[in-house]
């Protein structure tokens, strides 16, 4: 099983998939911008892997397979599952319960649509990528942290129930394409960046 890392692309992914379990880990301890920037850089590696994969010529199906299941399980770790932990943290109720598994079922229905009908002709596709959670929820952060404090526990959840909402409407989103991986890992890139200084400007 572990050869199928060899493949580039698969081992891009496996890196964001480390990331992302690295983010799990730390923000269940309360450290939440470390966790947010490790989850940032898996949607960078998310966005690497799949360039490289279109670059890659001669891969198996089997190669190819798996790498489809390793990516989907980042997908849902980074857009759903480190918001939902975060998010929950700041919710001072049993409504958090209610909550993180809204969030875990609108990702992995979003997932599950675009694994069977994936981009169209024109490298669209439906919805709002779950790629877009973690910069808003890094940028709610950011001002909470630089502009003005914000009653997390209202805000996070006030953003995040009509953002998922999004993840399965019935629109067209531009989801390939230069233009977008340019923008997707600038935006990692600045929201990684904002965090980190933020960070350090409060020890």
Known sequence: MIAYLSDRANAVTAVGLLCSGAAMGLVVKGHYEAGVVLGLCAIIADD???????????RT???????????AFSDLIFGSVIPAIVIAS???????????AFLLLIGAVRLAYFAHFGLDDHGYSTGLPLSHALPALAAILLVDHTIAPLE?????????VPLSLLHIA?????????????????VAVTASAGLLMTSRAGQ
């Open 48 to 58: 690497v892997d799949g360039e490289i994969a279109r670059r890659t010529k001669n």
């Open 61 to 71: 199906m089997a190669t190819k397979a798996i790498g489809k299941a390793l990516d």
């Open 90 to 100: 700041f919710i001072e109720s049993p409504a958090s319960a209610v909550f993180t």
């Open 152 to 160: 997390l526990g209202v805000v996070l959840p006030a953003v995040f």
């Open 170 to 186: 019935p629109f067209k989103i531009k989801a390939t394409g230069t233009l977008v991986h340019v923008f997707t890992i600038g």
